[in-house]
T-cell receptor, first 113, second 115 residues
Framework: GNSVTQMEGPVTLSEEAFLTINCTYT??????LFWYVQYPGEGLQLLLK?????DKGSNKGFEATYRKETTSFHLEKGSVQVSDSAVYFC????????????FGRGTSLIVHP | GAGVSQSPSNKVTEKGKDVELRCDPI?????LYWYRQSLGQGLEFLIY????????KSGLPSDRFSAERTGGSVSTLTIQRTQQEDSAVYLC?????????????FGPGTRLTVL
């Protein structure tokens, strides 16, 4: 089946720093790729997604580009804020044709003022 | 509109007791998923419902776990004879339809503590 590997956290940054959270995947074909975010005390919510190779997903200043050459979907933001402190999960369908996603282990981001 | 709701938000139980966790999906969403999130772990898929089709139970960790979805809406996850290793946050999610491009909408979770 498909799988995803995320960099381990926590990632600790100062406000306005540049953020990269690495995500690489192993998959059959070119499935949709997702980033979900879980703010403290809340459920997961979709941050962005890309449904085909070379697409770029973006939302709230975050971006991720679906790169089939490197099988990656790294999450980036040019200037993080304290309010971005959360756990970020990379995800994709667990196998070809499956509607059930498999998630990475999550990367905790801590942003200091 | 209302999002996915789960109840209770917290549940503390004694080892060996049965517990029921409830999920109310977004109205009109045909797909419903249960996950378990343990400390420091990712999300572990448990079970998936799609419309009137037979559920995909391939993620249930043991026969102590079961779930049902009545009328294509509300779902209940039941854990019988709870064990301490069942302690986790149980998350429910729904999506409009079963599509691999579909966005999942998550509830806030039920934190289960087994003493």
């Amino acid at each position: 089946g498909n799988s995803v590997t995320q960099m381990e956290g926590p990632v600790t940054l100062s406000e306005e720093a540049f953020l990269t959270i690495n995500c690489t995947y192993t998959a059959t074909g070119y499935p949709s790729l997702f980033w979900y975010v879980q703010y403290p005390g809340e459920g997961l919510q979709l941050l962005l997604k890309a449904t085909k190779a070379d697409d770029k997903g973006s939302n709230k200043g975050f971006e991720a580009t679906y790169r089939k050459e490197t099988t990656s979907f790294h999450l980036e933001k040019g200037s993080v804020q304290v309010s971005d402190s959360a756990v970020y999960f990379c995800a994709l369908p667990r196998s070809g044709g499956s509607y059930i996603p498999t998630f990475g282990r999550g990367t905790s981001l801590i942003v200091h003022p | 509109g209302a999002g996915v709701s789960q109840s209770p938000s917290n549940k503390v139980t004694e080892k060996g007791k049965d517990v029921e966790l409830r999920c109310d999906p977004i109205s009109g969403h045909t797909a419903l998923y249960w996950y378990r999130q343990s400390l420091g772990q990712g999300l572990e898929f448990l079970i998936y419902f799609q419309g009137n089709s037979a559920p995909d139970k391939s993620g249930l960790p043991s026969d102590r776990f079961s779930a049902e979805r009545t009328g294509g809406s509300v779902s209940t996850l039941t854990i019988q004879r709870t064990q301490q290793e069942d302690s986790a946050v149980y998350l429910c999610a729904s999506s409009l339809e079963a599509a691999d491009t579909d966005t999942q909408y998550f509830g806030p979770g039920t934190r289960l503590t087994v003493l």
